[in-house]
């Protein structure tokens, strides 16, 4: 059975500095999402990775999917209190979500 | 443009009712997927159709079913609801397979 861990769960960061989240799976897949979810809102898409090595980045965050390592990692350059929220990594063989991470930047 | 549009936003049930809940994708999608999301279970994949047809779907008792219609919109049906069924519903569409998704705010259910 597929399993998606994220670490850490919780990340509480200062802005200006930099940190990156983890996603790794169990079986093999080449396709890799990142959604951003604010509290009490619905889920935004960030990044849809389908290859390995890809990379994607937009504004502060950078995403890269690693199959050979069955991991994607997202991370953030000079976080900034707006990217306060709970990032989610799924894998698209059954669309498996993992837990999240609750990111907090402070002032 | 408008985005996905879910109804109801909030709805409450009881043990053993069935419910049907409608996502009406950004025009021009044809692939709407749907994901369940509760505190102790999390985000979890229920289904996925492109152009009426079912793709994907997930671990969920046959209880759970969906549909697509020829203009995209889509509904997804519980029958003989259980109190484990209170979750947000949420509803994605996308141009296609594997494309970035929009999501619409939810349908929050709630069962007594």
């Known amino acids: 059975e597929l399993k998606v861990e994220q670490n850490p769960l919780f990340l509480s960061m200062q802005e200006g500095k930099n940190y990156t989240i983890y996603c790794n799976y169990s079986?093999?897949?080449?396709?890799l999402y990142w959604y951003r979810q604010d509290p009490g809102k619905s889920l935004e898409s960030l990044f849809v990775?389908?290859?390995?090595?890809a990379v994607k980045q937009e504004g502060r965050l950078m995403a890269s999917l690693d199959t050979k390592a069955r991991l994607s990692t997202l991370h953030i350059t000079a976080a900034v209190h707006d990217l306060s929220a709970t990032y989610f990594c799924a894998v698209d063989n059954d669309m498996r979500f993992g837990a999240g991470t609750r990111l907090t930047v402070k002032p | 443009k408008a985005g996905v549009t879910q109804t109801p936003r909030y709805l409450i049930k009881t043990r053993g009712q069935q419910v049907t809940l409608s996502c009406s994708p950004i025009s021009g999608h044809r692939s709407v997927s749907w994901y369940q999301q509760t505190p102790g279970q999390g985000l979890q994949f229920l289904f996925e159709?492109?152009?009426?047809?079912?793709?994907n779907k997930g671990n969920f008792p046959g209880r759970f079913s969906g549909r697509q219609f020829s203009n995209s919109r889509s509904e997804m049906n519980v029958s003989t609801l259980e109190l484990g069924d209170s979750a947000l519903y949420l509803c994605?569409?996308?141009?296609?397979?594997?494309?970035?998704?929009?999501f619409g705010d939810g349908t929050r259910l709630s069962i007594l």
């Open positions: 994605a569409s996308s141009l296609g397979p594997n494309q970035p998704q929009h």
């Open positions: 079986t093999t897949s080449d396709r």
């Open positions: 990775l389908l290859s390995n090595g």
């Open positions: 159709y492109f152009s009426e047809t079912q793709r």
